[in-house]
């Protein structure tokens, strides 16, 4: 469910490209700096939007590294540094540990479960240190196994649980944005998993595997259906953005809202036309 939240580069700056990439390269090195190599494995382009929105809102103290990366040796990559980094890639972590575990439990294939234990240690010290954000993931892990086991063809319920457990990861501070996050994060969730749910549904139909979608995909106008819900999550989910007072890489921001969420469905409308 994760690698929806990205930017699209054919519609971003060079110089802004540049910049979010250098809080990609900072979140990558931060979970090898913590966690050890093996967390790097984990790297998400979700909580990478995540930290740029945290920095842009904050504006927390930071550095900006030359460091040296495996995959591009030739050159030593950029790296933003700060609080708000940490924060989002101690949440990377916690989340890409309990997606391997359900994808051991979907299809006890042996390599998230082998690396799920490899994360486990790092993983548990960041539970004790946030324990509300650890309770919401575990509390949505067990309401979504539930919503499978009972075929439930509640479209609202499936993507209610993920936007609730988002929620909960973007409200990294008791302050007076928490309300407004919170809400960023409940309409980007229920958008993700939506969107996650519309690409796999004809797969789905085929093997059976639950997906809300699959209830109403032979209605007429499912596409249009589908499109309408997916188009008032974004929304959403935009206008509480807006009312955050982020100046700071506000830019990058916006393009991953508008239009790179959008990125995938683009794919699956251009293949479905060819």
């Known amino acids: 469910m994760f690698g929806y939240v990205t930017t699209n580069q054919e519609e971003l700056k060079i110089k802004d490209f540049r910049r979010y990439q250098t809080f990609y390269c900072g979140l990558c090195r931060d979970l090898g700096d913590r966690h050890g190599q093996t967390a790097r494995l984990t790297l998400t382009y979700d909580m990478t939007f995540l930290a740029v929105l945290l920095t842009g809102l904050y504006e927390p103290e930071e550095r900006v590294e030359e460091r ?13 540094r700060n609080a708000a980094v940490s924060y989002a890639a ?5 989340l890409c540990y309990y997606n391997l575990l359900d994808d051991w439990l979907d299809e006890k294939k042996p390599v998230p479960l082998a690396l799920a234990r490899m994360i486990r240690g790092d993983v548990r010290e960041i539970m004790i240190k946030y324990p509300r954000q650890a309770r919401a993931v575990r509390q ?3 309401k979504l196994r539930e919503c ?3 075929n439930s063809p509640d479209l609202d319920r499936a993507s209610g649980d993920t936007g609730r457990m988002l929620a909960e990861i973007f409200v990294w501070k008791d302050d007076h944005w928490k309300e407004t996050l919170g809400k960023v994060g409940f309409y980007l969730g229920k958008f993700i998993y939506l969107m996650d749910a519309f690409e796999d549904v004809e797969k789905d139909r085929k093997t059976g595997n639950y997906n809300p979608w699959r209830f109403i995909a032979d209605e007429e106008k499912f596409q249009d259906r589908a499109l309408q819900i997916l188009t008032m999550l974004a929304a959403r989910c935009s206008g509480e953005f807006e009312k955050l007072p982020v100046v700071e890489y506000v830019d990058i921001l916006r393009n991953i809202l508008y239009s790179g969420i959008w990125t995938k469905y683009e794919r699956l409308k251009k293949s479905d036309e060819e």
Request: net charge positive; charged share 35%; hydrophobic share 40%.
């Open 68 to 80: 040296f990366c495996p995959l591009h040796p030739a050159k030593k990559r950029l790296c933003r």
């Open 90 to 94: 101690d949440m990377n972590l916690l």
């Open 140 to 142: 949505y892990m067990k």
């Open 148 to 150: 499978e086991l009972e």
